[in-house]
């Protein structure tokens, strides 16, 4: 193992990496893009009361499925856009200061954070209660 | 390990000679796409790819020790003629591992055992050639190795076959980009292109597990797992369920760590089997979706469509 080539090949990623990231800026994908790759992702579902976040970043919606209410989650990461689905029986923990965090038990994509309006984070919560650790809820908030 | 066996026939190990061109045709695709904006790239995505590359030579080199010896052994035990280094032998050898992989890439994503290790490859929703060294580190702890193993039996010496190889992987980077369309038609037909892997890394239900190829195409086309790309089905890179994350060691082990917490939850042994060696998204339930039926659906939505357009 050639540790000098090992650590010049990440100096040369990591300045690739900077020059790509100045190269294409990262764009805010907005709200009807998160729910068309929510409906790409839950195809079966209608959605209904969306609420997205202050930064357009992310976005909960309710997804209305034969087999019952849902609740999904989108979130923008780098200019990608990562979608999840809370149904019946899944159990987060919410948290909520000025930003409301949903941390979920998915290994690859622990959690999801919303920054909120007054109005929007209390209709927010409203959707999340019955899919939230009632217990850790109350604690965290 | 492996370099030393390359070395004792003479022979280089491509892949890392290569490094210097591939990471040359990065930046002219990415000044390219930021002219035409036919190839979109994104810094973090950019890093974990080249970090799992990285990552895989580091990995792959740890392992060498095991496979190469492994290899040397059947081929000395085992092989039923001795073909020797002839030109003819290299070729030979070079259609053989291509076929290989063909098998080797199929059950990478039929088994989850072996889709723990390849889905690396695939969790990113760019695609370009970055996207080409967002390799695994954990390959050589899958049934893979195996499937080359008769190229040994049949008298190729192992250090051929891992040159083949390394050529192989080297043909495979820059069929990773959407800044070229389509190749000319002969080309299409008889070798992998970036139209037909953009096919390969889309998770559009009409495109999953199609076209797994390495070089040859005919090996899709004889066994049945070819699809081309559609003008009017532009590909969405990526995985059927996306991952939240940058962390190289999250995207590494991501399915190791849901086949470990599968096995452990499992109630029959039936069940702790199927989650290693059935297909990704496999469950006794049904909870989750395989991609047949993630296509089933589709098919079914389909259907319903048109009776409703009718």
Known sequence: MDWILFSGSLVTIAILAFVIHRVFPEKTLGKQAMLDDYQRYNPDAKLDDAIVSVDERSLIVKAITASGNQLGLVRQIGDQLVCRTLVEGDQVNISAGGTLKVSCPDFTAPEFTFALEADALANAEELLVPYTNNQEAAHAI | ?310
């Open chain 2, 1 to 310: 390990m492996q370099s030393e066996a390359l070395a004792s026939l003479g022979l280089f190990k491509p892949t890392e000679m290569a490094v210097p061109l591939f990471v040359a045709l990065i930046i002219i695709e990415l000044i390219y796409g930021k002219v035409s904006g036919k190839a979109r790239f994104e810094g973090k995505d950019t890093f974990v790819s080249m970090f799992m590359g990285l990552g895989s030579t580091v990995a792959g080199a740890l392992a060498a020790t095991f496979t190469v010896v492994l290899a040397y052994w059947v081929w000395e035990n085992f092989a039923i003629f001795d073909f020797g280094y002839a030109p003819w032998v290299f070729l030979v050898a070079f259609v053989l591992d291509d076929l290989a992989y063909y098998w080797i890439h199929r059950m990478g994503h039929r088994m989850r055992w072996m889709w723990a290790a390849h889905v690396i490859h695939h969790s990113s929703q760019h695609y370009n050639l970055s996207t080409a060294l967002r390799q695994t580190w954990t390959g050589s702890i899958t049934p893979g190795i195996f499937f080359k193993w008769p190229i040994f039996i049949l008298g190729i010496e192992p250090g051929i076959v891992f040159f083949c190889a390394g050529l192989n992987l080297i043909y495979q980077f820059w069929i990773h980009t959407e800044a070229i369309d389509k190749m000319p038609r002969w080309f299409e037909y008889a070798l992998n292109t970036p139209s037909h892997h953009r096919v390969h890394h889309a998770n559009n239900p009409q495109y999953l597990d199609a076209n797994y190829a390495g070089v040859f195409m005919f090996w899709d086309r004889m066994f049945g797992s070819f699809i081309p790309e559609q003008k009017d089905e532009p590909c969405n890179y990526g995985l059927v369920t996306d991952l939240g994350t940058f962390n190289p060691l999250r995207v590494a082990f991501h399915e190791w760590v849901g086949i470990v917490k599968d096995i452990a939850s499992a109630k029959t042994w039936k069940a702790r089997l199927m989650f290693l060696i059935g297909p990704p998204g496999w469950t006794p339930d049904g909870s989750r979706m395989t991609s047949e039926m993630i296509r089933d659906a589709w098919e079914k939505r389909q259907s319903t469509k048109q009776q409703a357009a009718e």
